[in-house]
């Protein structure tokens, strides 16, 4: 079974604080992606990406950035978190860029507070 | 207008009834229909997968798809209370590089005992 994994289940951060949120995946799945899901507005996707050192914006990026030095880690970051950022954040991981139409396979989310 | 349309309910439901799900679309060129189900504080998990028309069938759940109609539908058979969740579709184009995927907005389901 694919195993996708966040560091945290809940995080409470300050505005302006700068905040990451870290994702494993352990199927050495090529493509990787960061969703926010917010009540009556379900899954926006925020950034993705195809391989290492490679990212692609989503539909809400702004306020975001990330990173991937390693195939099997996705982080997300929020340069400067606002409180419109408090939401539940999911990643999650498919097979391979060149196969398309896998099925996306998610980890649990973080559910972060921004104060 | 949504792409992908989806009741978000709540759909409350005895235990033991018949459930149907359902969402619209569309974008004709979907090709790949998938259902995830999302319990309370969790990340949504994979329940079924479609390619194009037809009825696929695991168990309780069988899923559906009608492309002329542009409607899909998620049935569950013999509804227990462990199937309260909010259930999501999600649909992709065929050549789909990157895999990306078009998400309902969820329905809630709540199957009382």
């Known amino acids: 079974d694919v195993k996708v994994t966040q560091s945290s289940r809940y995080l409470v951060k300050r505005t302006g604080e700068k905040v990451f949120l870290e994702c494993v995946q352990d199927?050495?799945?090529?493509?990787m992606f960061w969703y926010r899901q917010d009540p009556g507005l379900g899954l926006r996707l925020i950034y993705f990406s195809y391989d290492v050192k490679m990212k692609e914006k989503g539909d809400i990026p702004e306020g975001y950035s990330v990173s991937r030095e390693k195939k099997e880690r996705f982080s997300l970051i929020l340069e400067s978190a606002s409180t419109n950022q408090t939401s539940m954040y999911l990643c999650?991981?498919?097979?391979?860029?060149?196969?398309?139409?896998?099925?996306?396979?998610f980890g649990d989310g973080t559910r972060l507070s921004i104060l | 207008q949504k792409e992908v349309e989806q009741d978000p309910g709540p759909l409350s439901v005895p235990e033991g009834a018949i459930v149907s799900l359902n969402c619209t679309y569309s974008n004709s060129a979907f090709q790949y229909f998938m259902w995830y189900r999302q319990y309370s504080r969790k990340g949504p998990e994979l329940l079924m997968y479609t390619y194009s028309s037809g009825n696929k069938e695991d168990g309780r759940f069988t899923a559906q798809v009608d492309k002329s109609s542009k409607y899909i539908s998620l049935f569950i058979r013999d509804s227990q209370p462990s199937d309260s969740a909010t259930y999501l579709c999600?649909?992709?184009?065929?050549?789909?590089?990157?895999?990306?995927?078009?998400f309902g907005g969820g329905t809630r389901l709540m199957v009382k005992p």
């Open positions: 199927m050495d799945h090529e493509n």
């Open positions: 999600a649909m992709s184009e065929h050549n789909n590089a990157g895999n990306m995927l078009t």
């Open positions: 999650a991981s498919s097979l391979h860029r060149d196969r398309s139409n896998q099925p996306q396979h």
